[in-house]
């Protein structure tokens, strides 16, 4: 059973294009992450829902917006896609603000 | 602002050579320190988390030790299947903080 999965696994796509990521946890976690890490393989946060409600909001261009339909799911969407966007995007859940978090097997997002 | 670093930066051991890890942290309200493990192309695997000076924590060949300012992953005579980076994170109010990590490999 996998605990916290993500779709796509790979996303190839050209600037200016609107993508969507999508994760799920199965562990009936309150808190789900969005995570950015670059090529340097340094990871940071962009997001955090609790309970559906957004609690943090780093600075993220207004272009990346996410979506919680349920304390089950956490959806990332992107518009205008830019270069400096290809990353590896984590999706994480954890009980509670600043405990343990378990992430999914990650998103790996090549704009051209 | 929290602060978490990670030295070294990588480090390359042969089989059978025991060694250390560093991370060094200042973070508001810490709630726990987190040891995550990371294989290339995967996400991030838990390890421990500890949550008060002089805590330790043991899993298999690895030791996870805490300080007012520092943790250490010590790594006892590692195996090839120990080669991975290792994350470590200082949780605060509101997330996790990450170091960059700490590259290790392993030969045989």
């Known amino acids: 059973d996998t605990a916290v999965s993500q779709t796509p696994k790979y996303l190839v796509t050209q600037m200016g294009n609107d993508k969507s990521i999508k994760c799920e946890q199965n562990l009936g976690h309150d808190t789900m992450y969005w995570y950015k890490q670059d090529s340097k393989k340094f990871l940071k946060i962009m997001f955090s829902?609790?309970?559906?409600?957004l609690i943090i909001n780093e600075t993220v261009p207004n272009r990346f917006s996410p979506k919680s339909p349920d304390k089950a799911h956490l959806n990332l969407h992107i518009n205008s896609l830019e270069l400096g966007d290809s990353a590896v995007y984590f999706c994480a859940s954890s009980w509670g603000v600043g405990e343990t978090q378990y992430f999914g097997p990650g998103t790996r997002l090549l704009v051209l | 602002e929290d602060q978490v670093t990670q030295s070294p930066e990588a480090l390359r051991l042969q089989e059978g050579e025991s060694s250390s890890l560093n991370c060094s942290y200042t973070v508001s309200g810490l709630r726990g320190l987190f040891w995550y493990r990371q294989d290339p192309g995967k996400g991030p695997e838990f390890l421990f988390t500890?949550?008060?000076a002089g805590e330790e924590k043991e899993k298999e060949r690895l030791k996870a030790t805490l300080t007012k300012k520092e943790s250490f992953l010590h790594i006892t005579a590692p195996k090839p299947e120990d080669s991975a980076t290792y994350l470590c994170?200082?949780?605060?109010?509101?997330?996790?903080?990450f170091g960059k990590g700490t590259m290790l490999l392993v030969s045989p």
């Open positions: 500890l949550y008060s």
């Open positions: 994170a200082g949780g605060g109010y509101s997330t996790l903080t």
């Open positions: 829902y609790n309970n559906k409600e």
